[in-house]
């Protein structure tokens, strides 16, 4: 229970301070997420969900805690929440896990939140970029919350990317909650490229309605010590969720991928492929559940995740799980660990190729078939580009950003 | 299929008699003085009650835990009598006559005994409730030094062969039933196979739970000596009663340098009834060392009966090339619920793994493959191969897959896959326009999908586990 | 032998069989044509009870008994036999083992003694010769890794171990080549008796050619529109349907 004290004792400090800055929306919900979380406490390695991250040692670090609304010119379709065009109420803090003390903490100490609203058979015109650049000379932690919300037939791409400009260490809790209404397209990519110093937690829930479609992307490119989870109820018949990964770690690096999908109805497919390459003493876990409950028929699920362990230092931890209450049902999974083909490498080597690009080559190739799943081109072609370099080692900063220049 | 169902009428557990046998059985209650008292009836030396008594100490300081998919009922442990002993007090000390009730128990069970068996090729070793009742075809394995008997007389009659392995495998601190089974165990049975013999016969345990409000703690140790090879058979099973019945064994196997050792069950305790009434609590401990070098472990179980089996018959791979296997059919109908799967623990470098696990579920009952893989970094060059489907009958019960796989080593291969589907109602309805009605079509069917996993039995558990298969299941298409 | 009157029947809500009338004589072979999509198909699955579809008014009896309150296998073991036109994969299940359940049941339903093992395999051994199938093909399990050609032979060859009074073959003669449709119509020939009806699905003629129909009968939009004698499937082969559609005004 200690970790979580600095953090009940902060709340107390800055109460007056978040109450003001941020508004009742948000506030309403406040003292309920600080309570559950003191009596949560930070999970443990015994918490089935955390058995691969200890949270408690993530959070025990003296943070300083950032407190900052957004302030800058928001794009069309992106609101602050306290301006939010929609009543927001029934969908902030609605379905993400009450249980869980990293989403309470967030809940308790977020100042803000980005509302995306994508009204009815609304598309708009570009992809909509969120850049979250960490900043600051200090060492810092930032509670982030996003709100998505997509009404009947509308359609959103949503590109996230993670940058750190300064060498300080930044912890970052992110909350994010998406609404797909029926028949409505959403795609969300997320992109970490950050540095060594990093901690990321992220807990994206995601809830779809009649027909509705949604993809969730999530590359991590470059970072410290990640944990993502990412939830996904099919609760209209005829939905369906793509959930796909890629991890490319080194070095000390640690991503825990956790995913949740719960087909609610009849008539939903689901679809999973996480890919791992990991080199030197990098840890990967990846633990997927597809749950199917009672009287869910027809559902259609396959997920599957591969992984390569590039030396003996790297670990890998895979856990893929079913749990099905229904029995019209075609559920799949299927998950490997390995290393790359010898017959391929030797076949490359025999036309002149050299045994590191050909290992280069093999990996890009194996972390491709999750690039491919993504629909949006430019984007593609520019994740080809920097996988390739993050894997010849020459990703280091985030690329492109005006910031690092 | 809703008429098919009215037309069924469901079959009742087959092997549900009760003999009338006068059992020695001790008060209920489970304290130190028990303990001893146990011991004492069996005659143990002082090293064994020493053992049974850490042990007990251990299992009183700990809570029953929340294991796997399970909804466990409350045990009260002290309602439970650890000691049950069929034999009557014999007429003489020296030949402990078997009783003519008994010996028709096992008529109705079907377990051919003496002559039946030296026909078949096979030795048994009758497990009633907790006393070993006769171990048959002994000497013949006696001329080839093999050692196959009761634990009991093994602790009279070599005890320093059990001293050394009892509790080498599975620890008695390994879990709370484990620290139970090593405080109260009653017997089982014990097998050593010297070094470089083939044991020439499968050798066969034969397990029923008679009397009421006790619980069957056997313990089975089986040493395997370098080169040599066995194949050992359980077959459990246990009348009707409407209170729960707890069962929880342990079974240690060590396996030497190239030896081989292949472990079969098939396990139809009374699962309980219609409405989820009764049966037996199946908590096993199962595990074996592959000690040596090139040594060879397989477990292949079908697993039918219980109203709640928790088992993961275990494989530790130490010996460098060393092989496992775990082939397992798991079947629940009604309110029954089977958590069950393997651990694979690779620890030499080259060890081999195989997994195929086939659930099916029916009725309202819940099935759960959990499963172990885990690369330690010595396990150079490891290997893993998983498979695990699961078949759904009716859209009440409930089909579960809980891998996990931890890989510390980079020159490890390791495959997992799963599926689960509904069976199909077009293989069902070829089968019927075939003139074959619908309780067969899903026995074949079912069949034909645990094949797999049937094909690794000797040949008679083959065909008494194909019988199982379709009785369980029974009524269940609707 | 076989009578069907107003037969309706549908599958996910939508009605394929709007009203069907056929009656099929001891010992007649009955060919039905028709365009793609008449409802052929669903008619040979709803005769044998498939599940899937659903009969909404109508009646059929076989030799005077209602079928349509019967069970797949009930409808079975009065010896109505169809050959599937996509035969299932039963995996794990060797052919021996499905044959000698189907067998068993069949003679049961006759009142005939069941079979020893020898003898069983004996009559595997010798209805397997007239459809030239592969020893091999018999000890894998059902249908799985068989050609489309052998999946055919394979469902002649249950039927002459069925011993059917009717049979219906649907689309057997689909993708088989011409020798295989020689082995399977030849077979279909040897192993009738006298007495034995068949329904006979195609659409075309060469199978005719072999079996040699008695009535030809065409189905279009659910309905039985028109028959005659074999000369009608020639016909049809060499000008169509369109002209019954005009004669029937559809």
Partial sequence: ?405 | MEDIARDIVNKDYEYGFTTDVETDVIDKGLSEDVVRLISKKKGEPEWLLEFRLQAYRYWAEQKQPEWGHLNMPVIDYQDISYYADPTKKSKSEDSKEIDPELMKTFDKLGIPLEERMALAGTAVDAVMDSVSVKTTFRDKLKEMGIIFMSISEAVREHPDLVREYLGSVVPYRDNYFAALNSAVFSDGSFVYIPKGVRCPMELSTYFRINARGTGQFERTLIVCDDDGYVSYLEGCTAPMRDENQLHAAIVEIVVKENAEVKYSTVQNWYPGDKNGKGGVLNLVTKRGHLRGANSRLSWTQVETGSAITWKYPSCVLSGDNSQAEFYSVAVTNNFQQADTGTKMIHIGRNTKSTIISKGISAGRSQNSYRGLVKVAPTAQGARNYSSCDSLLLGSKCGAHTFPYMDVKNSSAIVEHEATTSKISEEQLFYCQQRGINTEDAVSLIVNGYAKDVINKLPMEFAVEAQKLLGVSLEGSIG | MLKIRNLHASINGKEILKGVNLTIQDGEIHAVMGTNGAGKSTLSNVIVGNPMYEVTQGEVTFNGQNLLNMKPDERANLGIFMSFQQPVEIPGVSMTNFMRAAVNARYKAQGREQLSAGEFLKLMREKRKIVELDTKLTSRSVNEGFSGGEKKRNEIFQMAMLEPEFCILDETDSGLDVDALRIVAEGFNKLRKPDTSAMVITHYVRLLDYLKPDVVSVMIDGRIVKSGDASLAEKIEKTGFDWIKEEVGL
């Fill in chain 1, 1 to 405: 229970m200690s970790g979580t004290r600095q953090y009940t004792d902060f709340f107390n400090d800055v109460r007056d301070t978040l109450y003001t800055r941020s508004c009742d929306v948000m506030n309403a919900q406040r003292t309920g997420a600080l309570d559950r979380f003191r009596s949560l406490g930070f999970p443990t390695r015994r918490t089935e969900r955390y058995k691969y991250t200890d949270a408690g040692l993530d959070f025990e670090p003296d943070y300083g805690i950032a407190l900052t609304p957004l302030t800058q010119e928001l794009p069309k379709y992106c609101y602050r929440i306290c301006n939010a065009p929609v009543d927001v109420t029934p969908y902030y803090n609605s379905i993400a896990d009450k249980q869980d003390a990293v989403v309470c903490l967030n809940t308790m100490l977020s100042v803000d939140t980005l509302l995306v609203y994508i009204p009815r058979n609304t598309r708009p015109e570009h992809p909509i970029q969120i850049s979250n650049i960490l900043k600051g000379d200090n060492d810092t932690m930032v509670n982030r919350r996003l709100l998505i919300i997509l009404e009947e037939g509308a359609e959103a791409d949503i590109i996230i990317t993670d940058h750190a400009v300064n060498d300080s260490r930044f912890l970052t809790n992110q909350v994010i909650e998406a609404f797909a209404g029926e028949n409505s397209h959403l795609n969300i990519y997320e992109i970490e490229e950050t540095h060594l110093l990093c901690t990321r937690y992220s807990n994206v829930y995601i809830r779809e309605s009649r027909n509705a479609s949604v993809r969730h992307t999530s590359l991590s490119l470059f970072n410290g010590h990640t944990r993502n989870t990412c939830t996904v109820q099919l609760a209209g018949e005829g939905s369906e969720v793509n959930l796909n990964g890629c991890v490319i770690a080194d070095k000390m690096q640690h991503v825990d991928n956790n995913t949740r999908i719960e087909h609610l109805v009849p008539h939903c497919t689901s679809d999973e492929l996480y890919k791992y390459v990991l080199d030197d003493s990098a840890v990967g876990a990846f633990a997927g559940i597809v749950y199917v409950r009672e009287g869910a028929q027809k559902t259609s699920s396959a997920m599957k995740n591969a992984n390569l362990c590039a030396t003996d230092s790297a670990r890998m931890y895979t856990q893929p799980m079913l749990e099905i209450y229904a029995d019209d049902v075609k559920c799949s999974h299927g998950s490997t660990v390995g290393q790359l083909g010898e017959d391929a490498l030797f076949y490359m080597m025999q036309r002149g190729i050299g045994i590191n690009e050909a290992r280069l080559l093999l990996k890009s190739a194996f972390i491709t078939e999750v690039i491919e799943t993504i629909p949006l081109e430019p984007l593609r072609d520019r994740l080809h580009f920097q996988v390739d370099k993050r894997l010849r080692g020459e990703l280091s900063k985030c690329e492109g950003c005006k910031l690092c220049k």
